[in-house]
């Protein structure tokens, strides 16, 4: 619900800021979708990570994954700051 709120904000405020974070989500999704495995893949399999250290945008993002069906989790990275990992829909 907060996801929600948020996206409908920020689209009415700066929706160029939401369309740049989507197109980087949907570019992701079809690399993988369409076979190119340009995408980095780990251990755990194909993933974007995004440094997104600013808790607002973490959460604009996390609500972009779930409405495109993308699961994403936050974590802290090598250098403390906390940033946003995406896995291909399954």
Same mark, same amino acid.
């Given at each position: 619900?907060?996801?929600?709120?948020? #996206?409908?904000?920020? *689209? %009415? %405020?700066?929706? $160029? %800021? #939401? +369309?740049?974070? $989507? =197109?980087?989500?949907? $570019?992701? *999704? +079809?690399?993988?979708?369409?076979?190119?495995?340009?995408?980095?893949?780990? *251990?755990?399999?194909? +993933?974007?990570?995004?440094?997104?250290?600013?808790?607002?945008?973490?959460?604009? =993002?996390?609500?972009?994954? +779930?409405?495109?069906?993308?699961?994403?989790?936050?974590?802290? *990275?090598?250098?403390?700051?906390? $940033?946003?990992?995406?896995?291909?829909?399954?």
């Amino acid at each position: 619900v907060r996801a929600r709120a948020a #996206l409908r904000s920020v *689209a %009415r %405020r700066s929706p $160029e %800021r #939401l +369309e740049d974070l $989507e =197109a980087t989500l949907l $570019e992701f *999704a +079809e690399a993988f979708a369409g076979g190119s495995h340009s995408v980095a893949v780990g *251990a755990g399999g194909p +993933e974007l990570v995004l440094p997104l250290t600013d808790g607002f945008q973490r959460l604009l =993002a996390h609500g972009l994954c +779930e409405f495109h069906g993308l699961p994403s989790t936050s974590r802290i *990275a090598p250098d403390g700051q906390k $940033e946003l990992v995406v896995r291909p829909p399954h």
